[in-house]
């Protein structure tokens, strides 16, 4: 992975610097806490129900396993033991002490790492691929884009001060790991005539107003990336809504707009702006390529006659192949997923005994490196065939070997009512239910792939609008009620879910999810998904199940 | 009132304001210079200009710069309102002025201008400020100076760390 320079460490060495005379300045109550909270907010450090979150970025979701050792460090040290991976590849820490907080960002720093850019209406941490450098699929390894557009968006001078926040996608697999459709620019790899390019996507998001974004661009060049980004965030920072809160997303411009207008605007825009001085020169490009080298693979068999005996004699050990483990583009070689799914606990949160350890498997197995998806679980990326027995071994010793990716009980769900101010209802709670109800691995292998989200407020940071079935916590004078929605994805596929009927009671949403699973395994064709079937026969059989006692 | 704090060759200090805002309701003062907002630049500034004195317009922040584009050459000043910090349009307008415009006389940043904005401020090409938050022109330096290196291009000088590299 990308290593920083002697610029990079400099410029995050500042940053902590910066900040630690900006907190100095609050404890000695210099500055208030409404002064205060801009300044925090550019550090990722917000104010919660009971203490302060730090939110430390993640860039692509790559991870040293110096780094990851570090956050175990961390949240020992400053935090109750453990921290909560989020649907954005960061990292968070709900239990911050104030005046820890300079130092934690010079514990950061000395592994190049900061918090940078993790809050406020700014460009925030780019999003990538977790099999990026890994997948046979994909066209280049699209964190070499991811890293350029970090650096350019490093408080950048024209674009801190945005109507809103502000998040970019990159993907370079036809099967999207990223969401990129509901980003505020996704930008999909393409090969063309001319070499490397972009689709350039705007305007999609979730949050109150949910829209896939559409295609600008069929196809951008590759070099042009950054005076075209320069091109979009201005027509934003210029015409983006600051007058309502929840108008101010780039989302709302484009669909007001117009995808077509928006274009013509971004186009004019480009044509005028001074292209040769924003674009890379192709040398820093390359550099840039350099730090995601591919690391040495040994040349292999595509066939492990070990692991294949492994299997043979360990049954979990198959299921887990069968869920957790995929193709990788280097011949022997493959692709583990680590759930943070076990049910009963809480989606995405790992101690710090358990990074250390996932740590160690990664210097011994997948060449010291580890990724954060963004369903909040984690990925070894390039784990040998040979190997996968020891890891799944090694995983089960820290109870983190549940065979369940993609399926039912690998849940997406936001900190809810139990951390955020900004909640309605409780979330993992509801995941835990849901996750303990269909805690049998045949069951949930028979019911296949069923991506369930679930958001406890209206900003739908648990991504609910894109679940095959998504859960959104309401407050109903006073109590926690939960609305129903079916048929999204966050895939190439986007889309967004459509409501089911009213909210139901908090004891009631398990009760739905496994009445909407018995519909979909009754109705459901020969090889058909959860989302297939429900987009083959609709909303009405499902709606009937739900609401069946109610007529 | 906010002290003025200018910027020249890299180095700032407070500076004598010679200008009057004249607010909507107030008359125009008789002699001397002034900036006027937008409409009453566009109702007296061919007047006054033609008087010989000296006149910066004044933008709010949902005024767009191309409003004054076939004046700039007139003009020996344009101050931006940031009427709150978070409304960061005229970042870009003082970077059109600059790159686009080729505008070199004054760009002064006035309203809600704090030394956390000095880094955003300097590299879209403002040299001039009236800080709300007290700053003396060395707080307010070396706020925008307090990072060595940059990443992206601006309208000042500064080398990004891409051009940095291949030195």
Partial sequence: ?551 | MPKLIRLHDGHAAFANDAYVTVADEDETPASGDVILPLERFRTEGEVLLSNGRNVGVLLASDQAIEDIAQDLTRLSLVALSFPKFRDGRHYTSARLLRERFGYDGEIRAVGEVLREQAVFFVRCGFDAFEPADGSTPEQWMAAAGRFRHVYQRGADDRDPAFIERTQ
Wanted: charged letters at 25%; a negative charge; proline letters at 4%.
């Fill in chain 1, 1 to 551: 992975m990308y290593r920083y320079d002697a610029i990079d460490r400099a410029f995050v060495e500042d940053r902590a610097a910066q900040f630690k005379a900006q907190v100095a300045r609050r404890l000695a109550g210099e500055i208030s806490e409404d002064q205060f909270k801009p300044l925090r907010l550019m550090n990722g450090l917000y104010l919660q129900l009971h203490a302060y979150m730090l939110r430390i970025s993640i860039p692509y979701g790559t991870l040293s396993t110096t780094q990851l050792r570090k956050l175990a460090w961390i949240a020992r040290t400053y935090d109750k033991g453990y921290g909560h991976f989020t649907t954005r590849q960061n990292l968070q820490f709900h239990w911050i002490k104030l005046r820890d907080v300079p130092d934690i960002l010079d514990h950061l720093a000395s592994v190049e790492m900061h918090a940078l850019q993790t809050s406020g209406n700014c460009i925030r941490n780019v999003t990538s691929d977790p099999r990026a450098g890994a997948t046979a699929e994909e066209i280049e390894d699209p964190r070499v884009w991811s890293e350029l557009i970090r650096q350019w968006a490093a408080l950048h001078p024209e674009f801190s001060f945005l109507p809103r926040k502000f998040k970019i996608a990159v993907t370079a697999s036809p099967h999207d790991r990223t969401a990129a459709r509901l980003h505020d620019i996704g930008l999909l790899m393409r090969k063309g005539r001319e070499g490397l390019g972009f689709e350039v996507i705007v305007g999609g998001g979730m949050g109150r107003t949910p829209y896939v974004g559409p295609t600008i661009r069929e196809f951008l060049p590759a070099e042009h990336l950054m005076s075209y980004l320069e091109a979009i965030l201005r027509i934003y920072n210029r015409h983006g809504r600051r007058d309502n809160i929840y108008k101010a997303r780039i989302k709302i411009l484009v669909a007001q707009l117009g995808a077509e207008e928006f274009a013509r605007q971004v186009e004019a825009e480009w044509e005028a702006i001074d292209r040769p001085s924003l674009d890379l020169p192709q040398a820093e490009i390359e550099r840039v390529r350099a730090g995601f080298a591919a690391p040495a693979f040994e040349t292999l068999p595509g066939r492990s006659d070990a692991f294949e005996a492994a299997k043979a004699a360990d049954y979990a050990l198959a299921r887990f192949a069968r869920n957790n483990v995929h193709p990788h583009k280097q011949p022997g070689y493959a692709i583990v997923d680590i759930s943070l799914k076990a049910p009963g606990e809480t989606p995405g949160d790992a101690t710090g005994d358990q990074m250390d350890a996932i740590a160690d498997l990664a210097d011994a197995y997948s060449f010291g490196e580890v990724r954060v998806t963004h369903e909040q679980n984690l990925v070894l990326a390039h784990v040998k065939l040979d190997d996968v027995a020891a890891v799944f071994a090694g995983l089960k010793a820290i109870g983190l070997a549940s065979a369940n990716i993609n399926l039912v009980s690998d849940i997406i769900a936001c900190p809810g009512l139990d951390y955020c101010a900004l909640a309605n209802a409780r979330a993992i709670p509801i995941a835990q239910d849901i996750a303990v109800r269909f805690a049998n691995a045949e069951t949930a292998e028979k019911i296949g792939e069923l991506k369930i989200k679930i958001s406890g407020c209206i900003n739908a940071c648990g991504h609910h609008h894109v679940g095959h079935i998504g859960i959104l916590g309401v407050d109903k004078k006073g109590e926690e009620f939960y609305q129903l929605s079916l048929g999204g994805s966050a895939a190439e596929d986007a889309e967004v879910g459509k409501i089911l009927g009213p909210a139901v009671p908090a004891d009631k949403v398990t009760d739905a999810v496994d009445q909407m699973i018995e519909v979909y395994l009754r109705e459901r064709h020969a090889g058909e998904r959860f989302i297939d079937t429900y987009r083959r026969v609709g909303l009405v059989p499902f709606k009937e199940a739900v609401y069946a006692e109610a007529h």
